[in-house]
């Protein structure tokens, strides 16, 4: 299949886990990949050797917790693609933050890395951007469990705000939609979740490629992709 030859994808956190998933994904429907990664050089490397053989990858390293060079790192990508066509905010840091103890530092960290450079991510790659779809990967579960994780709580919530609001900004165009899964069923974390409600990383990669294709309308949504399990925890 080859419904996105041709089109360039600008994924973040793609070395392992869910980005990567999400880069074999597009490559296998002939998409080129500008891979995004910041400490796993090792698996960003390994990928880059598995993707090359079906398509065009290049790998980008960067600190999104510093929003400064975000304009120089969407350059690195056009100069060496020409265009991005869609991006994948998938990065993400997540920690446990109990309220009482959040430090300002946690703050700044997990709020630049997971929606201030978000933004301006956005807002560089839209600058170059005629016709794409922007997908923030956020997370639905439920308020529950969501104490001792406040600063990543805001962080995923202003996401989908700022989703919301973009899509009407950039109308008709470029649509931009946030996927939360709930728990994804990666091997080294089933044993902490409830199997028959745990999303598969294959689910999420099909849900991003009916997101992103040609020829979907879907624009300001939240996709809730968690099999329920928000109503059970
Ligand atoms: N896993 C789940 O059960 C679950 C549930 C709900 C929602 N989600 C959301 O789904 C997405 C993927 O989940 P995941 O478990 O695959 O994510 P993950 O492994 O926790 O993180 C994804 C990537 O984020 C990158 N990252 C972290 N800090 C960064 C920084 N300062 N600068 C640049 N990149 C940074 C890391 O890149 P490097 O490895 O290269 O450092 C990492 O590989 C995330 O947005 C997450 O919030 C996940």
New binding site residues.
């Given amino acids: 299949m080859s419904q996105f030859k041709g089109k360039v994808v600008f994924i ?2 793609a ?5 990567k998933e999400l880069a074999i994904a597009f490559a296998q429907e002939g998409a080129t990949i500008a891979a ?6 090792k ?2 490397h390994a990928l880059k050797q598995l993707l090359e053989k079906k398509t065009k990858i290049e790998l980008f390293q ?4 510093n929003p400064k060079g975000i304009p120089g790192l969407v350059r690195r990508v056009t100069q060496k693609f020409k265009k991005i066509d869609i991006l994948i905010h ?5 920690y446990e933050t109990k309220f009482s103890n959040v430090t300002q530092k946690d703050w700044d ?1 997990i709020l630049n ?2 929606l201030k ?1 978000a933004f301006f991510l956005t807002q560089a790659v839209t600058r170059r951007m005629k016709n794409g779809k922007i997908i923030f ?5 439920g308020p529950k469990t969501r104490g001792n994780y406040l600063p ?1 709580w805001i962080s ?1 919530s202003g996401l989908e705000t700022f989703s919301e609001t973009l899509a009407k900004v950039l109308m008709p165009h470029i649509q931009v939609n946030c996927i ?5 069923g ?1 091997k080294e ?1 089933l044993k902490r ?1 409830r199997k028959d409600i745990t999303v598969s990383p294959q689910a999420l990669c099909e849900a991003a490629l009916y997101v992103a294709a040609p020829g979907t309308h879907l624009t300001g949504h939240t996709l809730l992709l968690d099999a329920g399990r928000r109503f059970v925890q």
């Fill in positions: 973040t956190g070395a392992q886990r869910l980005g995004h990664y910041n400490t796993a050089h698996e960003a960067y600190d999104l917790s998938n990065a993400s840091v997540f960290f890395t997971n450079s990967i956020t997370d639905a579960s990543y995923k939360a899964p709930g728990p994804i990666f974390d979740f």
